[in-house]
């Protein structure tokens, strides 16, 4: 099978070639002929003036593929450059939720333009009065729903009559006469049935769902605990709203992955390079503070050994040592707390479970380092008893930044912090002050043994 590779930067500069020399047929074949992810790639990287000559030419399927192709402040800033009546055809092109996410992504005066203009805007407008984050927002219209007393005949012959492209085709969820959710159907299930089996024969009573309040982070951890293409939305009656589909869950997933692991670099929004400069530094500089703060606190210990530090400078060629290394095995195991509570795989039941198997992977590695760093010390300075308290401080500093590893994210968690965001600071903090409170602790006790 031949590989499809698409050379956005050939086809950019075709696409422009044709433009420039006005001939709008050309780049309109050119773009029309690619998958959508291709067209939203070629499209993404043409300047606005060249966009807004290209779009209305396009056809509007074409057009809608684009837009849901496109990050979402591109497709609103060339959504918001539209005429009325040319953003309303590509909205009716659109999946329902996609178009719902771009009207409320763009001016209100435009999105109320646009809607006015839409011929299939009941579709739509169900979806507006749910929060973006909630899984109201980002869910689709349920435009497929089997009733009890159908049987197996008659529901293929709807299917077929109704609407046989609809993405969530592959579960068929059953309501009652007012709409409640009350089972779903396999397709294939509904496919090898008896032609006169009643479906509420066929039909699986014990649904999953998700209230269309609830964050979508959680319902796209549902999808993926138990491995579902599609996931009904629900109101507190039990009406079925909606459906998430899988592509969706997986998108948030993707962006909340994302978020965390900006979050743990102290960066609280995504700051590509496409985002101006004033909110990129309203972005990282206030956690730049905290952190100065926070670093305080380890200056504060070192100030408190000044006498121990003058009577043998030797000491402090291991204070990047003792807190560094604590400090990266604190951060292994607060990265993998975080991405586990993050995708549910732990609960904030679960810390009991997870301390005893962090203080031995601690231990280990701690007495590990520690020896090495012992030998280290001791060929390298010639001392010994410095080599042993810089390994002991090593070790036990180890010991206690692998438990603050798990201990902190889940009470960030159970504070209603943010784990992610929270937790390095702290963490951080923690392996420096105390790292260095052991360190020299332990010198002042032993410097006898040094002088």
Do not use: C
């Not at 973006?132 to 709807?158: K, P, V």
């Not at 109704?162 to 959710?181: A, C, G, T």
């Not at 009904?232 to 969706?248: E, M």
């Not at 993050?342 to 701690?366: F, Y």
């Amino acid at each position: 099978m031949p590989e499809y590779v698409i050379d956005v930067d050939i086809l950019l500069t075709q696409v422009r070639a044709a433009l420039k020399r006005g001939d709008l047929s050309s780049a309109v074949g050119l773009l029309e002929a690619l998958r959508p992810a291709d067209q939203a790639g070629v499209f993404d990287d043409l300047l606005p003036e060249e966009q807004d000559r290209l779009i209305p030419h396009l056809k509007p399927e074409d057009s809608a593929d684009i837009l849901e192709e496109l990050e979402e402040e591109d497709a609103a800033e060339v959504a918001e450059r539209l005429k009325a009546d040319n953003l309303a055809t590509i909205l009716d092109h659109m999946e329902p939720d996609e178009a719902a996410d771009l009207l409320g992504d763009i001016k209100p005066e435009i999105a109320n333009q646009a809607l006015e203009a839409m011929a299939e805007s009941e579709e739509v407008r169900p979806l507006l009065i749910h929060k973006d984050e909630t899984a109201g927002g980002l869910m689709t219209t349920a435009d497929i729903t089997l009733r009890r007393e159908m049987t197996a005949e008659q529901a293929i012959s709807y299917l077929r009559k109704l609407s046989p492209e609809s993405e969530s085709i592959y579960y068929l969820f059953v309501v009652d006469d007012q709409d409640k959710l009350v089972g779903v159907v396999n397709l294939r299930d509904l496919v090898v049935a008896p032609r006169k089996a009643k479906i509420k024969k066929v039909m699986n009573p014990e649904v999953v769902s998700i209230q269309a309040n609830a964050d979508q982070e959680e319902a796209a951890l549902i999808m993926k605990r138990y491995d579902l293409l599609a996931l009904p939305v629900i109101d507190k009656s039990n009406h079925l709203l909606g459906v998430i589909t899988y592509d969706d869950s997986f998108d948030i997933l993707e962006e909340e992955a994302t978020e965390d692991i900006y979050r743990l670099g102290g960066v609280v929004e995504e700051t590509s390079l496409d985002v101006p400069f004033l909110q990129a530094v309203r972005s990282r500089l206030p956690w730049l503070v905290i952190n100065l703060f926070m670093a305080l606190i380890s200056a504060a210990v070192l100030s408190g050994f000044e006498d121990t530090i003058a009577q043998m400078a030797a000491l402090a060629a291991f204070f990047p040592i003792v807190a560094g290394v604590s400090g990266s095995s604190g951060t292994q195991t607060l990265t993998v707390t975080v991405r586990s509570l993050a995708t549910g795989e732990l609960e904030p039941k679960d810390a009991l479970k997870v301390i005893p198997r962090s203080l031995s992977l601690g231990a280990v590695n701690g007495i590990t380092i520690g020896a090495l760093i012992a030998l280290i010390a001791y060929l390298w300075k010639g001392i010994p008893e410095l080599g042993l308290v810089a390994g002991i401080a090593t070790m036990l500093n180890m010991l206690v930044t692998s438990l603050a590893g798990v201990l902190v994210p889940f009470l960030m968690n159970k504070l209603k912090f943010d784990p992610a965001l929270a937790s390095p600071i702290l963490v951080t903090t923690l392996s420096d002050s105390l790292g260095y409170l052991v360190y020299l602790g332990l010198a002042s006790t032993a410097l006898v043994w040094f002088i």
